[in-house]
């Protein structure tokens, strides 16, 4: 298995470093992309190979500064499948800048449409 999945932002699509032999799976910057199921489907697919073998713990960091309705399912579907099988070793961070209370408060609601503690991480800036 690739043990790396590396895609560089755009003005559309967010920066993603997954890293599986670490365990860390990064998310950032904005998610707007035209096809989102041709973005969000490999890191799915990433995710479900990585659940055959995890890390000891498993840490989502997920530092969006605006994202689409659309992003939105593929981002519950993506950490639902990190969930699956390991919801005791899994850590997700909800990163937002702290003058941004939409975006929390989007946090505080996927956190309960998941069913698992998110850990706050308020910030300056995302970058």
Known sequence: MVTVL????TNKSPYVHFDAEEGHFEIKG???????????RPLIA?????????????VVAIKFLYFN?????YLLSLVRTLKEGQEEKLTIEWHYEEEDEDMYETGTHIEKVLEHKFVYCPCESIK
Do not use: G, L, M
């Not at 904005?30 to 969000?40: G, M, Q, R, T, W």
């Open 6 to 9: 590396h895609v560089e932002r």
């Open 30 to 40: 904005v998610s707007i992309p035209e096809d989102s199921e041709a973005f969000y």
């Open 46 to 58: 990433f995710a479900e190979k990585y659940n055959k073998n995890p890390a000891p713990k498993t």
């Open 69 to 73: 309705t659309s992003t939105s399912d």
